[in-house]
């Protein structure tokens, strides 16, 4: 009985202890924010499509096999017997079935076949970059929703600490104006600067509801674990040069350039109507009746030489060739508005690193300046309002190191989005479908 006890003990804390909670970390966060994003969804449709298109493409170019069967039933009332001639008998017979096996192929259709089959692909490749460059963009809003929520729990964090040194002044503050040493009026300037503390928190709180409400909407659920903050911004970072030789990889560039290829493959295609088209329609016939009975198979070539339109053949090249136009200068605004994104950002992400350093330092000197004054004001050397502005420049330093520290993994975030290099490496996740 007792080792009964004992076993269902060891159950019940080793359940209690699977249901901890459990932190809730960045690659999760994009993983589940994958599978609920409907935009993303909608676009690995088009993907679909481009497929479907293919296959249409390819049957243009592949024979197509059919079987058919008929019957010509006529009325045969009035009918002579005739001179007893095949063709007239089988002509006049009042039911004349037959079976045949149905085979066409175009020979020469201009090229537009294999036209079609190029548009084809490029419009998948084209689909399929899209589709990555939305999972880069859905990254870096999972990621900016996932840091926003680290930042202001974490500023949260350090004004629930300077309220509880607050408190801790007033209750010193207390026990200092029963020995005569300190002035009310010393009290009630640390009770308002609690007060107003104790505003913010309530709007930092207010904060942390919202950002963690967006994160639920990216994810698809509420997120209530503790969020992991292992993503770390490299020490050391490549030239601007290196960078900008990685913008080749982003999907969006690649995109465009497919969608060149498609509008080139549209304007070849259209050209195509200017060449004659050559086809092919055989027969095999496994069951006829009367004359036909002994014949077995036929075959038809059939030419088709354009003379003239009307002009829709040369407007429809017209716009194909706008099209391509506005392809090529669509590809290179792409390309340059591309460069542009990386280079700020880059420089972005370098004044935030010497902006965060800088803030580190000064809440540093921030740090040891209030203790200091904590020592002067023990020793009597100063007053409760110095040390109250001592403590709040400690506070703003504080505040603004923790800002800069996410702002700096946000820039180096968004440094990757423009070089096409997200999600990190070190998430090991896959983007391309």
């Not at 990555?132 to 963009?137: E, G, M, N, Y």
């Not at 690649?254 to 969608?259: L, N, Q, V």
Request: no cysteine.
């Amino acid at each position: 009985m007792k080792r009964t006890v004992i076993l269902l003990a060891t159950l019940a804390s080793t359940q209690l202890g699977a249901e901890s909670p459990k932190t809730f970390s960045l690659s999760t966060a994009f993983q589940e924010s994958v599978k609920q994003s409907e935009s993303l969804a909608s676009q690995e449709q088009t993907i679909r499509i481009a497929e479907a298109h293919y296959l249409q493409a390819l049957g243009t170019v592949l024979p197509h096999l059919n079987a058919k069967a008929s019957e010509v039933i006529q009325d045969t009332t009035t009918t002579t017997s005739g001179s007893g001639n095949s063709v007239n008998t089988t002509l006049t017979r009042r039911s004349r079935p037959e079976v045949a096996i149905n085979l066409q192929q175009p020979l020469f259709q201009g090229f537009r076949e294999f036209r079609s089959l190029g548009i084809s692909t490029a419009e998948r490749e084209k689909n399929r970059l899209n589709v990555a460059r939305v999972k880069q963009l859905l990254f870096a809003d999972v990621a900016r929703a996932y840091y926003t929520v680290l930042e202001v729990e974490q500023e949260l964090k350090i004004q629930q600490s300077i309220r509880g040194t607050l408190q801790q002044r007033i209750l010193d503050l207390k026990n200092r104006m029963n020995l005569g040493k300190s002035r009310e009026s010393e009290l009630l300037a640390t009770q308002s600067q609690l007060a107003t503390l104790q505003a913010k928190i309530e709007a930092t709180q207010g904060l942390v509801s919202t950002a963690r409400d967006l994160l639920a909407f990216l994810v698809g659920h509420p997120v209530q674990q503790p969020l992991e903050d292992a993503f770390k911004v490299p020490n050391t970072l490549p030239s601007l040069d290196n960078w900008l030789a990685k913008l080749e990889q982003r999907p969006d560039r690649g995109s465009t350039h497919e969608a060149v290829r498609l509008a080139k493959g549209k304007l070849g295609y259209e050209k195509g109507d200017r060449y004659p088209t050559v086809d092919l329609n055989a027969n095999y016939y496994p069951y006829r009746v009367g004359f036909q009975n002994d014949i077995h198979w036929d075959m038809t070539f059939s030419l088709n030489l354009p003379l003239f339109s009307g002009g829709a053949m040369r407007g429809r090249i017209r716009e194909a060739a706008a099209q391509l136009k506005q392809t090529e200068l669509a590809e290179q605004e792409t390309r340059r508005r591309s460069e542009l994104e990386l280079t700020q950002a880059y420089h972005k992400l370098a004044a935030a690193r010497s902006q965060e350093t800088a803030l580190q330092r000064a809440e540093t000197s921030a740090k040891a300046g209030y203790q200091a004054e904590l020592a002067d004001y023990q020793l009597g050397l100063i007053n409760n309002l110095n040390l109250l502005q001592s403590l709040r420049d400690l506070q703003e330093n504080r505040l603004a190191n923790n800002q800069a520290h996410y702002q700096t993994k946000l820039e180096y975030l968004q440094l990757l989005l423009a070089a096409g290099d997200l999600p990190p490496k070190e998430l090991s996740l896959e983007v391309t479908p």
